[in-house]
DNA sequence: GTCAGATGAGACATCATTGTCGCACGCGAG
DNA sequence: CTCGCGTGCGACAATGATGTCTCATCTGAC
C-alpha cells in the first residue's frame, strides 16, 4: 500500500519548520519511512519542498473558501479564517518561515493569492466599520500568520492548550489584551 | 582594526533566520568579510550558534531592562518593551525560529529567564486589571515574540513602512483590530 | 619607513549529505 | 502458491560544505 502522500508532506513541514537544516534523513525517519522511499516519492530535496509549497498553499486556499471570508460579518469571518487555518499552521509556519528559499523578489504566486484574500477581508472589515483603519490590512495580514504560527508552536510545546488556541488567536488579534474598551 | 563582532553576528542573524541552510561562505558575503576570516572569529558553525544566541539574549535582556518591566502602568510598561525589543528583532527571529536547533527539551536557560520577566509583566498587568485574564501570560508572551518578529519582516520586506512598525505591533497587542470596545 | 596585526584569496583534506542502485523482504490479489 | 508492488536496507559515487593552512596584501601605530 502507498503511504498517505498528504501526512507525510504535513509531517516533513513540521520537522523542516522546527529545524530547517533537517537532512533527508531526518525527515525520513521522522515520517516513518526510509530516505530511499522518500526518494520514490520525491526526486531530491528541492521537488520535495516545491511538493510542501503546493500542498500549503492548497490547504489554505481551501481553508480560506471554508471560511468563506466574503460572507456574513467581517468579524466572525476572521474568526472562520482562525478555525480553519488552524489545523494547517504546519504548512502556514512552513511558508511564512521558508518562503524567502527562493530567488530574490520571485515571491510564489499562489501565495500573493492568498495574502489577496485575507487583505481583502481585513479592507472589508474596515470598510464596514468593524475595524480599525489604523492598521494597515498588510500588517493585519503578516499578523494573522505570525499569531497562528505562533499559537500552533504554543501548543505543541505544551504552553498553550490545544481546546484553548482558537479562541485565543482569535480574541488577541479582535480584541488585544486590554482590559477595557478605551483608547 | 577588528570588524565590529556585534554587527557582524547581527547579520548572521537576519541571513540565518530567512534562510536557514545558508552556508558559512553565504554568512561571510552578506557580512562582507571572507570566510576565512569569519572562521578565525568563529571556530565553526556551531560557535556562530552559540555566540548568536548569547548575544541574542544578552540583548533581550538589556532591552528589557531599558524597558523598566516593573515599573509603572503595565500598558505602558508593555509599550516600552515592544519599542526597546525592536531594534534586536533579528536576534529575537532567530531564537524564536531556531531555539530548536539543540537537543529536545533542552531549553536554553537564558531564554527560559526571558520568558519569565516577560509573562510577569503581563501577570501583573492582569493582577492590576489593565489586562484581560481570559489569555494566559504564556500565550501573550508568544504572540509577543511573534507580532515584533513579524512586525521586522514586513518592514524589511517592505510591507510595512519602518516608522509604522512599533505604534502597529503595540496597538494590535494592546487593543486588537476591532474598532468598537465592547465584547 | 618599519613592524605587528588583521584580512582576503586560494588550496587542500575531510566530512556529511545527496541521489542512485541492486537486492531481499513482506503483503495483498489473483 | 505465485506474482507484482511497494518498501527497507545497505552500498556507492558525486557533490557541496566545512575546517585548516599558507601566502600575499593592507592598514595603523610607532
Redesign the pocket.
Known amino acids: ?3 498517505d502522500r498528504e501526512e507525510l508532506l504535513s509531517t516533513a513541514a513540521d520537522v523542516l519548520t522546527r529545524r530547517p537544516t533537517s ?4 525527515i525520513a525517519k521522522a515520517a ?6 522518500l ?3 520525491f ?4 521537488a520535495l519542498i516545491r511538493a510542501l509549497e503546493q500542498l500549503g498553499l492548497r490547504r489554505l486556499d481551501a481553508a480560506l473558501d471554508a471560511a468563506r471570508t466574503d460572507e456574513g460579518d467581517a468579524v466572525d469571518a476572521l474568526r472562520r479564517v482562525v478555525a480553519e487555518t488552524e489545523p494547517h499552521a504546519g504548512f502556514l509556519g512552513f511558508l511564512v518561515t521558508q518562503n524567502q528559499l527562493f530567488e530574490p523578489g520571485e515571491q510564489h504566486e499562489g501565495w500573493t493569492r492568498i495574502d489577496e484574500r485575507i487583505g481583502a477581508l481585513f479592507r472589508r472589515g474596515q470598510q464596514e466599520g468593524a475595524f480599525r483603519i489604523d492598521l494597515t490590512p498588510a500588517w493585519l495580514t503578516e499578523a494573522l500568520y505570525a499569531l497562528i504560527t505562533a499559537s500552533a508552536w504554543a501548543v505543541q510545546d505544551g504552553r498553550v492548550a490545544a481546546r484553548d488556541s482558537t479562541r485565543m488567536t482569535a480574541e488577541l488579534l479582535l480584541g488585544g489584551l486590554r482590559r477595557s474598551g478605551e483608547r
Not at 32 to 37: F, L, P, Q, V
Open positions: 500500500m502507498s503511504l537532512s533527508m534523513d531526518d516513518g519511512i526510509s530516505r530511499a522511499t526518494h520514490r516519492h526526486a531530491g530535496r528541492d
